[in-house]
């Protein structure tokens, strides 16, 4: 078919073609708009991001993250006829600022008499300037020393350490030792007992087998140390009960006097005593208290007036009570021997030593449970041990059988918050299961929950069947 050109049919071309080019282009402009309405934005980002959302962010990416601690400059242990002037002088310091650091940390700690075996850490500037020196004193604590151009602060200080509440029991089979290792517990735990219990309970002749003993107390797990290095120990002792041939004796940890706490028994009375009752740990009494004994190296009938106690050589000898030195000398017969007067009424013996303790002379303040002396054999001995005496009024009488007052109560005032604290620590105790490496059995009340004849608590005679 034909079309002839005429001027409509070019209008209505030009208009077809038009619409065509128009329509074209629609369908472009809704294709693009819808691609790009289709697309995704990665998860979790947003559209936007506002600068105030990015300062806060970097705000908490600083917190969170704190600098590493600075490393110390030089790091090191005391040698052998090492003095501290030796060490901050390998470390760059002057004289003068060794006399100064020195002379500043003296009333906190003496550092002209430091130890082989301490360990040390010095901090310095960007300038090589000593700015931080830390020194440890023992397995707990270290001095810290800072130096600015404020001055020089020294000071003691604790390694952080966390605490947990522990609770442990056992039966003696041997002694509290064996005991204490029997049940895989820590071996100072039996040290801390029997420094509690030492005025009242004589651990080498006192104790019996099946006696039993459960107590309360913190182990201390230090986080940081000498060695940078975690390590558990026990800490203080908050309760205990230790029961000696069917008698039980307690100990409640108690702020008293608001200056230290003490260790009070269950009725509120101290278990610290004027003297102990033994000033070592001794393999056995080898001579006892007597009016007329037969000396060993005199041959002869004697009075021997005190109580012989055999030890190796070298055991450390503690002071009984808080007192004055009124002799630490040497005779023929006594050997070399201590002399001290604790009060107006006792007076106490230390005879046949080795050698004197640390600074032991007379005139010299020495504290109950301070070392004053080792065991020898000096004078007239047969072999190594110690002879104690105790005078009583000018008087020499038995050690063993003296009957000692105690250090102050718990006062009136404080008796309400003590009997509080003691019934809440009992009801603990009690409930504390008695760990025996041949059988467990448990606490209930003042004994244990079995009412079978031969047990604790019991009604039987022998405590334990073996």
Not at 101 to 107: D, H, Q, S, T, V
Not at 383 to 393: C, F, M, S, T
Request: some cysteine; hydrophobic content about 35%.
């Amino acid at each position: 078919m034909w079309i002839f050109y005429t001027k409509q049919t070019g209008r209505m071309m030009n208009r077809e073609k038009k619409i065509t080019i128009f329509v074209i282009i629609a369908v472009i402009v809704s294709a693009v708009l819808m691609t790009s309405s289709n697309r995704e934005a990665p998860k979790g980002e947003p559209e936007t991001t506002p600068a105030s959302m990015v300062a806060e962010a970097a705000s908490g990416l600083t917190e969170s993250v704190p600098p590493p601690p600075p490393e110390p400059k030089y790091t090191g242990k005391i040698r052998k006829n090492s003095s501290f002037f030796d060490i901050m002088t390998a470390c760059g310091a002057t004289p003068r600022q060794i006399y100064d650091i020195a002379g500043r940390a003296k009333p906190v700690y003496d550092l002209g008499r430091i130890q082989p075996g301490q360990k040390y850490e010095i901090f310095t500037g960007d300038g090589g300037a000593i700015e931080r020196i830390l020194l440890s004193i023992n397995e707990t604590g270290y001095v810290e020393i800072v130096c600015s151009a404020e001055g020089i602060e020294v000071e003691c200080r604790e390694y952080p350490y966390e605490v947990t509440i522990r609770e442990a029991s056992g039966i003696i089979t041997q002694s509290l030792f064996m005991s204490v290792m029997d049940q895989d517990l820590p071996i100072e735990l039996g040290a801390k007992l029997v420094d509690i219990y030492a005025w009242d309970i004589d651990f080498f002749t006192e104790i019996r087998k099946n006696d039993f003993f459960r107590v309360i107390y913190e182990e201390r797990r230090m986080l940081d140390g000498p060695d940078h290095e975690e390590k558990t120990e026990v800490g203080i002792i908050i309760a205990a009960e230790f029961n000696t041939s069917g008698n039980s004796r307690y100990c409640f940890l108690f702020d008293n006097e608001k200056v230290f706490p003490d260790y009070f028994d269950d009725e509120g009375k101290s278990l610290r005593k004027q003297l102990l009752k033994a000033p070592l740990s001794y393999t056995r009494i080898s001579s006892g208290y007597s009016k007329r004994r037969f000396h060993p190296v005199l041959h002869r009938y004697a009075p021997h007036l005190g109580i012989d106690y055999a030890a190796p050589t070298g055991t450390p000898v503690q002071s009984t009570g808080d007192g004055t030195v009124m002799t630490a000398s040497r005779t023929r017969a006594n050997g070399n021997y201590v002399k001290i007067r604790h009060n107006n009424s006792y007076i106490s013996y230390y005879l046949h030593l080795s050698r004197f303790g640390k600074g032991i002379k007379q005139g010299t303040k020495v504290k109950q449970g301070q070392v004053i002396g080792y065991v020898g054999a000096t004078g007239y001995a047969t072999g190594p041990h110690l002879d104690y005496r105790v005078k009583k009024n000018g008087r020499y009488v038995n050690p063993r059988r003296l009957k000692l007052p105690p250090a102050k109560p718990v006062s009136g005032e404080n008796m309400a918050a003590f009997t509080a604290k003691r019934d809440s620590l009992l009801s603990k105790l009690r409930s504390v299961p008695i760990r025996d490496p041949r059988g467990e059995y448990f606490a209930e009340g003042g004994g244990l929950a079995s009412e079978a004849p031969g047990r604790p608590g019991g009604s039987g005679g022998s405590p334990i069947p073996h």
